[in-house]
């Protein structure tokens, strides 16, 4: 899923991730089987009356799967006569030519309790759905290759919660911004300030520059009865990346305390929920940190923070870095240890008007975040 349309920038990224699937977690599904194979089928008589998902970055020490996810559903039986059914989580292949260990699928550390009591799932391949089995409310074909299953049983009217947990990774690519949000992005995904003003050839190329996403599949979900009643899925990405550098999509219900939050009700999922995140290259001329190069860029990204329910203090904080970043106080703990990147040649003295501009940027964030007292 690399697009290598630029050189790498000048300062330490993470290794790119290849990956031939999608970088994605799922909500719980309805299964049936022949033999060692499951498929994906609507499952008319137990309905998802709520679920929470709780998806975090794990950091350094995360790996090749660094996002953790902490999942619970509730599950009602609608029928008035004992259920039992076999219930799932999608798992994918990471390398699809690859060796056919455990390393070769997406999931890894599956856990799952029902009603605080550890069960133990079995992994099995998937097959596409024969013929009508309600493949019309589940995921597309790519997330069936696999999937860990296990066997619920309802008394009548019953109700059973379920629980998840789980590590997966993420696709990162070197550019450009299109290559995790596709050639025609959705307007939730053109929000993102430098779609709405262009980068400067000079400063910083969001645009142009390294992206990864994380997505959660939702419409796996869409297997169960009847829209899903409350749902909230929360990601909270690597606390070094500053908010100005992540894009939801769809946008988020809100941007709170470190977290990018979805909650819907009565909902039948007909997108993923992802979260994008930006890496940009330095132009000829761009020094230290990825900052907003002008007051338009400042502007344009507080659009999109109304759009997405950023909270004052999640603006304060994009306040904060952006003034260690363009003041070059690079040790400052607000911006994560991250490696500046020297001036370009000689360059030792900013441009002319930089602290202006400077002011002026932390002018429109102030202003914005005195709206949200």
Not at 178 to 186: K, L, M, N, T
Not at 237 to 262: F, N, Q
Request: aromatic fraction near 10%.
């Amino acid at each position: 899923m690399s697009a290598s349309r630029l050189p790498l920038p000048r300062l330490l990224l993470p290794a790119l991730l290849a990956l031939a699937a999608p970088p994605a977690a799922a909500n719980d599904a309805s299964y049936h089987g022949f033999g060692a194979a499951v498929f994906l089928a609507r499952e008319a008589r137990v309905r998802m009356e709520a679920e929470t998902v709780a998806i975090r970055h794990l950091g350094a020490e995360g790996g090749r799967r660094p996002w953790a996810v902490e999942a619970t559903f509730t599950f009602r039986n609608l029928a008035d006569v004992p259920v039992t059914i076999r219930m799932g989580h999608p798992d994918w292949r990471v390398h699809q030519d690859g060796p056919a260990g455990d390393d070769a699928w997406a999931l890894a550390d599956f856990r799952v309790s029902v009603d605080g009591t550890d069960v133990s799932p079995a992994h099995q391949d998937a097959i596409p759905a024969p013929g009508d089995a309600g493949a019309d409310r589940a995921p597309p074909a790519d997330f069936r290759d696999g999937a860990w299953t296990w066997e619920v049983a309802f008394p009548p009217g019953g109700v059973r919660v379920v629980r998840n947990t789980y590590r997966f990774g993420g696709v990162q690519t070197n550019g450009p911004y299109a290559a995790c949000v596709g050639e025609r992005p959705s307007p939730d995904a053109r929000r993102a300030f430098w779609r709405q003003v262009p980068d400067r050839r000079d400063g910083w190329r969001f645009d142009d520059g390294l992206c990864a996403t994380a997505t959660y599949l939702v419409t796996s979900g869409r297997t169960w009865a009847g829209p899903i009643g409350r749902a909230e899925v929360s990601f909270q990405p690597d606390p070094s990346a500053p908010p100005h550098l992540w894009v939801p999509e769809p946008a988020a219900t809100e941007i709170r305390d470190g977290r990018v939050v979805w909650r819907f009700t009565d909902w039948v999922p007909d997108r993923e929920l992802s979260l994008h995140r930006v890496m940009p290259l330095p132009g000829d001329a761009a020094a230290g940190l990825p900052a907003f190069d002008t007051v338009d860029q400042a502007r344009a990204w507080v659009v999109f923070a109304r759009a997405n329910g950023c909270d004052r203090a999640t603006v304060m904080r994009v306040r904060a870095w952006t003034a260690a970043a363009r003041d070059g106080r690079y040790d400052d703990p607000v911006l994560g240890g991250l490696a500046p990147v020297p001036p370009p040649g000689d360059a030792t003295t900013r441009p002319a008007g930089w602290d202006r501009a400077t002011r002026r940027i932390l002018r429109v964030l102030d202003r914005f975040a005195e709206t949200l007292r």
